[in-house]
């Protein structure tokens, strides 16, 4: 049986092939929070945002992608209320001068104020609130008049004019994929300083808060519902109407999400589940909030957050701003789904990946081929120059047909080549063996089986596409 700290470090190993910590390579001089991803890493996030857009936007009516500035005005955070409300309790132990937030403190030391690293005990008096906003200064002043933004959606909602001035009709959503900032007092796992999200931001009058065009098609999913400390199994529809998801548009996105996660991303639904915010705990714009949490490492981690921001955002925006951001006479309220890129591109890793499967004695990334990072590993049982060749030749194929490949053939002994592919999760890994030069054929390995065909190069384009559309070998 594996110990816990090998199991650790293989984990720590594996997720290394997608991502590190930014500037790694200054050491004490980096700043935490934020991550590089690497090849396989932005491979796989890229295939994630390409689900998303098919999923959410291409196959649901009225919704649109747009992409905003990653710099607004402080004015606009001043009217969204992120100036005053955007911030976390902190406190400072005056004898290492450490600094805590004091939610993950209270956690770590099970309801006790006191300091971790030397248990000095702290004052709940010298709790300060600190903004997690990154404010600038742009152009020739030396007064701070900008900031980062710490969500895409504001973005939407100050061009809710230009939408409608270019022919959209309520209801509509407009979707943004782009970076958001976010100063977080100790970010650590999957918390970050600089990430990706993906929002959407639904525009509907209340008149049509409880309906929507393909409800029908999500109304009976069964979900876990974490609500009052228990998770309960309960079908979407009836969660509506017990008060627990505030209207239906907000429903039909939740039972998206579910269908996307388990069907498309390939994550167990064991490891899902709907948490129910209680009003204590709600953003300051929220008048009802469920979170999407995935369980990495034993711990429950928000991958999306919905909520029910009312008309909250259209009427700051319009009083501050002094423009019309109304549908005759009435402010729309806003539905948000609101995805973060980076930690579903760590649950993708985490929840498909097999430290040790029972039929190898290596690792195993077993990710759905429709987001694989790397798609096509090309092998080889020797390494003379008349092999690797034809190894050479076989990937330039590959790649003009579209594929992502990936060359393992300079990896030593084959073992070592299959396990490197399997750690990658790479589907399908194509040999050149002694047969090659013989019979001009090749085989093709199934990561998830191991097993394999023998197919001739001149077909090799075909007999991929008909594995991967799942007429092959099981």
């Not at 890229?46 to 500035?69: A, C, H, T, Y």
């Not at 009802?288 to 981690?301: C, P, Q, R, S, Y």
Request: aromatic share 10%; proline share 5%.
């Amino acid at each position: 049986m594996m110990s816990q700290s090998k199991s650790k470090q293989d984990i720590e190993r594996f997720l290394r092939n997608f991502y590190v910590n930014s500037a790694e390579i200054y050491k004490g001089r980096n700043v935490s929070g934020f991550i590089d991803w690497l090849p396989p890493g932005a491979m796989l996030r890229q295939k994630i945002i390409d689900s998303w857009i098919n999923f959410f936007i291409r196959k649901i009516p009225n919704v649109f992608l747009m992409d905003g500035s990653t710099i607004l005005p402080l004015s606009v955070f001043e009217a969204s209320g992120h100036l005053a409300n955007f911030t976390d309790p902190v406190i400072k132990c005056p004898k290492c001068s450490n600094t805590y937030r004091v939610d993950h403190l209270l956690k770590e030391t099970n309801g006790k104020l006191i300091c971790p690293r030397d248990l000095t005990d702290l004052k709940e008096q010298e709790i300060k609130q600190k903004s997690l906003m990154l404010e600038l200064t742009v152009g020739l002043t030396d007064e701070i008049n900008a900031a980062l933004r710490p969500e895409t959606a504001q973005n939407i909602y100050i061009n809710f004019m230009n939408f409608k001035a270019i022919g959209l009709k309520l209801p509509f959503a407009i979707a943004q994929i782009g970076r958001s900032y976010r100063n977080e007092i100790s970010p650590r796992g999957s918390r970050l300083r600089e990430f990706v999200q993906m929002e959407i931001e639904e525009f509907v009058l209340p008149s049509h808060l409880n309906s929507h065009p393909l409800y029908e098609s999500v109304k009976g999913i069964k979900l876990p519902i974490f609500y009052e400390e228990q998770t309960i199994e309960i079908e979407l529809n009836e969660a509506v109407k017990e008060g627990l998801v505030p209207n239906v548009r907000l429903a039909f996105w939740i039972g998206r999400e579910w269908q996307w996660l388990t069907n498309e991303l390939g994550l167990p639904g064991n490891k899902i589940r709907f948490r129910i915010v209680p009003p204590e705990e709600r953003a300051f714009y929220s008048k009802g909030t469920v979170d999407v949490e995935v369980n990495m490492e034993d711990d429950w981690v928000e991958i999306i957050g919905n909520a029910y921001r009312t008309d909250y955002d259209l009427t700051v925006h319009s009083k501050h701003s002094g423009a019309n951001l109304s549908e005759n006479g009435m402010v729309p309220h806003v539905v948000e789904p609101s995805f973060g890129l980076d930690r579903i591109a760590m649950a993708v890793l985490l929840l498909n990946y097999d430290p040790s499967p029972s039929d190898r004695n290596w690792p195993l990334f077993r990710i759905p081929y429709k987001i694989s990072p790397l798609e096509i590993g090309i092998a080889s049982l020797y390494h003379s120059d008349e092999y690797i060749n034809i190894a050479e030749k076989i990937d330039l194929i590959l790649r003009s047909l579209g594929y992502v490949t990936f060359k393992l053939f300079e990896r030593g002994k084959i073992d070592a080549q299959y396990a490197k592919a399997d750690t990658l999760g790479i589907p399908l890994v194509i040999t050149i063996d002694s047969k090659t030069l013989e019979e001009n054929t090749v085989t093709i390995r199934n990561r998830d089986t191991k097993a394999q065909i023998r197919v001739n190069i001149g077909e090799i384009g075909q007999a991929i596409k008909n594995l991967l559309l799942g007429g092959g070998y099981g």
